[in-house]
């Protein structure tokens, strides 16, 4: 059985570990099995990485901007210590194993930093943004759309799509991309969509949320997991 492991969101103030449904039945739907993974200290990690043959990043609040080399700006959202601890751990270790990584909105920026990268704080600082990035509507609606590049390794999860339209849920978005990453989709006002490794075998990053589309088998959710599924257990 492949295990996918998936991050949760850690509230210190109210000490709730919590992750939506929607990421174990995505993950389960494509042949893996769940396992969640909660705020460990990094020995207790590190064992658990070899439990398991891929890592989900789960979406959710604010990286620390302590983590990319800036200060905190007008716009930024509140941050959780030690989720950013636990999820920039686990996509350096992602990253240097080859142990396939899906990052998803959040997890997406996370493995940007991860390797080096920053993120905008807040859409508004990005010179050019004219669409709204945050819907208002259920979250298995399409609400923009982006555009696919050529030759990657997300347009082959995607079976060729070119052109599709996503669900979005963020005000930030990756801004210079980390070492060895290239983009893979971009939104029509220039936003970075998608990014992913360049020699890695699967190290995926998409700004939108494709866990909210698995479950209504809206095109750009469960082509991902599947994907995710493949390379885990050695079909990259």
């Known amino acids: 059985m492949v ?4 991050s949760c969101l850690y509230d ?3 000490d709730y570990i919590q992750l939506r449904g929607e990421y174990c039945r995505a993950v389960e739907k494509a042949g893996a099995l769940p396992l969640l993974i909660p705020v460990m200290k990094e020995k207790l990690l590190r064992e658990l990485l070899q439990a398991v043959s891929g890592i989900v990043l789960s979406g959710g609040g604010d990286v620390d901007p302590y983590y990319y080399g800036e200060e905190p700006l007008p716009g930024h959202c509140r941050i959780y210590p030690a989720r950013d601890m636990v999820e920039l751990f686990l996509a350096r270790e992602a990253l240097r194993s080859n142990l396939p990584v899906l990052g998803i909105c959040r997890g997406a920026q996370v493995l940007n930093i991860a390797a080096g990268g920053t993120i905008y704080q807040d859409l508004k600082l990005k010179e050019g943004t004219r669409l709204e990035h945050a819907q208002e509507a259920p979250r298995f609606h399409p609400f923009h759309e982006i555009t696919v590049l050529d ?7 995607l079976n060729g799509k070119k ?3 996503v669900n979005s849920f963020h005000h930030q978005a990756v ?3 980390g070492r060895d990453l290239r983009i893979c989709a971009v939104s029509p006002d220039g936003v970075i969509e998608g990014i992913e490794s360049n020699s890695h075998p699967f190290a995926l990053g ?6 909210g589309l698995a479950d209504e088998n809206v095109p750009g959710g469960m082509e991902l997991f599947e994907a995710l599924t493949r390379a885990a257990a050695g079909g990259h």
């Open 3 to 6: 295990i996918i492991g998936i």
């Open 12 to 14: 210190e103030d109210s």
């Open 151 to 157: 030759n990657t390794l997300l347009a082959r999860a």
């Open 163 to 165: 052109q599709m339209r």
């Open 175 to 177: 801004n210079e991309l």
């Open 206 to 211: 998409v700004q939108w949320h494709p866990e």
